[in-house]
């Protein structure tokens, strides 16, 4: 569905849908998906909330994804920009996600806060079972845009790894899970950032095909763990020269299956 100015989309088929600006902003897409598909149920201790933390949110597909797939999940999104906030909020609202309303809380709050500040924004000391992450993935420099929205979106500023990972540091509970999906160009500044906050760090690349150079990395690690990293092997989500999800990525795709870690810790 379309109007003035936002559209209303449909994710996993149907069991959950997004109000996202149209035509200007950040759009939710595959990037989403495959970092909610990495959050897995397993991680919480039988009988008590599984509390997950999206940095971040944006209109909140991510968190939303995370909520379908698992039926006692209670998302927290953090986003900075009042007006994606206010889409997060229209989403929450809307009839179609009245089985997940309950469960999803909409922060507007600056990931970046340190101490009692942050905690006051929502983003509690040791609280999270699991931070899931999609920061901004964009040089600078890069090839700017005038939609503003899109901009603050898309452009990385220096450091922000190491401002976001120490946030997830903080938030999470010991043992916790930090997940993320990044460019490839980002690993070095990610593992920097996990230093002896996380170990276990777990490197996925995902390739648009086979042949082709990794476009996106996901990263998850384990805060406390002093496991050492692991490369993963590549998720390739399309056969051939046609444009359909393989199988397996389809199932990430529409919340029929998580990408969980080879290792606990």
């Known amino acids: 569905m379309t109007a003035d100015g936002f559209t209303v989309d449909a994710f996993h088929r149907g069991r959950f849908h997004l109000v996202q600006p149209k035509g200007r902003g950040h759009r939710a897409g595959m990037d989403a998906m495959l970092l909610a598909a990495m959050v897995d149920r397993k991680a919480a201790s039988d009988g008590q909330a599984f509390r997950v933390a999206d940095l971040g949110a944006g ?33 929450v609202a809307l009839a179609e996600n009245a089985g997940i309303r309950p469960r999803i809380r909409v922060f507007e709050a600056d990931v970046t806060l340190t101490g009692a500040r942050r905690n006051d924004a929502g983003l509690t000391d ?29 452009a990385m ?14 938030i999470l509970k010991p043992g916790g899970q930090l997940s993320l999906i990044a460019r490839p160009q980002s690993l070095s500044d990610i593992i920097a950032a996990c230093g002896r906050r996380f170990g276990g760090l777990e490197i996925t690349p995902v390739h648009a095909r086979a042949g082709e150079d990794a476009f996106r990395i996901l990263a998850s690690a384990i805060k406390g763990s002093r496991a050492r990293l692991a490369l993963r092997p590549p998720i390739i989500m399309h056969g051939g020269d046609g444009h359909a999800f393989l199988p397996a990525v389809d199932d990430l795709n529409n919340g029929r299956a998580s990408y969980s870690r080879r290792k606990n810790r």
Request: proline letters at 7%; glycine letters at 6%; a negative charge.
């Open 126 to 154: 040791d609280a999270f079972d699991h931070v899931i992450m999609n920061p901004p993935f964009n040089e600078a420099a890069d090839r700017k845009t005038p939609d503003r929205l899109k901009q603050v979106a898309h």
């Open 59 to 91: 209109a909140g597909a991510a968190g939303f994804a995370v909520a379908s797939r698992i039926p006692d999940a209670e998302i927290s999104l953090f986003e900075l920009s009042p007006e994606m906030a206010d889409f997060a909020r229209r989403s």
């Open 157 to 170: 500023e220096e450091g922000l790894f190491e401002a976001w990972i120490r946030t997830a540091g903080a």
